[in-house]
């Protein structure tokens, strides 16, 4: 890997990997996906909070952990690539915890801005999430939309979202409204960021395109605990491990004024709670 992704990720909480995945796997990861949801729901299936009957969403609602039951998701979640950035960021192999994959047909709901770990709750350490384009991925059919350096934030207390354009219903407020900046993908491109980076994304305004996207979860080999939902954890060998379960809840960041601008500070107290991400 790279000394540059390191240094990026270390500096922006996140690095892009361009071309990590050939376009044939890319074809047969996303025919796959589509195949599986046009037979049937899933457990794990989520449309989102208050999805009207015209939501697309009811139609492509986001799949997750499918990697407990279908074969072609648990391959790519260990895949060696992915471990081989990881281990080159991290300093260790990871250890894997969620398969998603995001469909995001036109007209559909973004994300809010988030981070991970507010669900996760890996510690010590963090989490850490393998995003893969599925589909050439930009601000019309609503990519990922990054905070570069909020890595170095604390987690922050929730506050409710616009559900109008999120289909999840919790935000974190920003110091600067204009801090988000778009990250444009090609099919194959796989964006590794930090639990504590604050990202999320816009809705799907374009007419014709999907925005599928395939994540992996993973947290630090160091990590003792991660939240109940994410057991079993497993080795990047695929084998099974034994966790604590992290709790919610607990002390949160809220901005204050500091001599240089905002400054996160942990003086707030979570009461808001999710299973997960």
């Given amino acids: 890997m790279s000394v540059s992704y390191k240094q990026e990720f270390d500096t922006a909480g996140y690095t892009l990997v361009r071309g990590l995945f050939a376009t044939d796997e890319v074809e047969r990861l996303r025919d796959h996906y589509m195949e599986l949801r046009g037979r049937g729901s899933y457990p794990g299936d989520v449309v989102g909070v208050q999805a009207g009957s015209r939501d697309p969403l009811r139609r492509y609602p986001r799949m997750a ?71 050439t991925v930009d601000v019309e059919n609503g990519c990922l939309e990054v905070v570069p350096g909020s890595h170095r934030w604390p987690i922050l207390c929730t506050e409710k979202a616009d559900t109008k354009v999120s289909f999840t219903d919790v935000t974190v407020p920003l110091p600067s409204q204009e801090a988000a900046v778009p990250v444009e993908m090609a099919p194959g491109d796989v964006l590794f960021f930090h639990g504590a980076l604050v990202h999320g994304s816009a809705p799907n305004v374009s007419s014709d395109r999907f925005r599928r996207a395939l994540i992996g979860h993973y947290i630090q080999g160091e990590a003792a605990q991660v939240a109940e939902y994410y057991h079993p954890a497993l080795r990047m060998d695929g084998s099974p491990l034994e966790l604590g379960i992290a709790e919610g809840g607990g002390a949160c960041g809220e901005w204050v004024p500091g001599e240089d601008g905002p400054v996160a500070v942990m003086t707030g107290q979570e009461k808001v709670t999710r299973k997960h991400e």
């Fill in 65 to 135: 952990q499918m990697h407990r039951w279908d074969e072609l998701s648990l391959q790519w979640l260990i895949d060696q690539r992915l471990d081989e950035v990881m281990t080159g960021l991290l300093g260790r192999s990871p250890y894997a915890v969620q398969t998603m994959i995001y469909f995001k047909p036109p007209g559909s709901r973004g994300q809010a801005l988030h981070q991970d770990n507010f669900y996760l709750k890996a510690e010590p350490g963090t989490c850490v999430a393998a995003w893969m384009a599925l589909d």
